[in-house]
Nanobody, 126 residues
Framework: QVQLVESGGGSVQAGDSMRLSCVAS????????MGWFRQAPGEEREFVAA???????SVADSVTGRFAISRDVVKNTLFLQMNSLKPEDTAVYYC????????????????????WGQGTQVTVFS
């Protein structure tokens, strides 16, 4: 089993930056992919960014150039650096992980991830 705990959410003004963290615990050696998703009220959960353990990163078009995903392997921590935030970025952000190694085109699919964190709220005011 893998446990994921997100942190770093909060409220900011449009144009500000924020960094989210996700700490993985448990059988972390089995994780092959980790990613970030978000869900706004009344909307479906959508892909933000993901990276595979070995290589390969995918970022949603809607955040490309503003958001960056990275990780600290030693600390089993995944990060999401969010710059130039917009009100439409307001959502609950979830960290996800899976033991399977997906192809790049499948990294954006929610059903490819077995483990999920509880989510952290990000609110961007205009």
């Amino acid at each position: 089993q893998v446990q994921l705990v997100e942190s770093g959410g909060g409220s900011v003004q449009a144009g500000d930056s924020m960094r989210l963290s996700c700490v993985a615990s448990g059988r972390t050696a089995s994780i092959n992919v980790m990613g970030w998703f978000r869900q706004a009220p009344g909307e479906e959960r959508e892909f933000v960014a993901a990276m595979r353990r070995s290589s390969g990163t995918s970022v949603a078009d809607s955040v490309t150039g503003r958001f960056a995903i990275s990780r600290d392997v030693v600390k089993n921590t995944l990060f999401l650096q969010m710059n130039s935030l917009k009100p439409e970025d307001t959502a609950v952000y979830y960290c996800a992980a899976d033991n399977r190694r997906p192809i790049l085109s499948a990294m954006s699919l929610t059903d490819r991830y077995e483990y999920w964190g509880q989510g952290t709220q990000v609110t961007v005011f205009s």
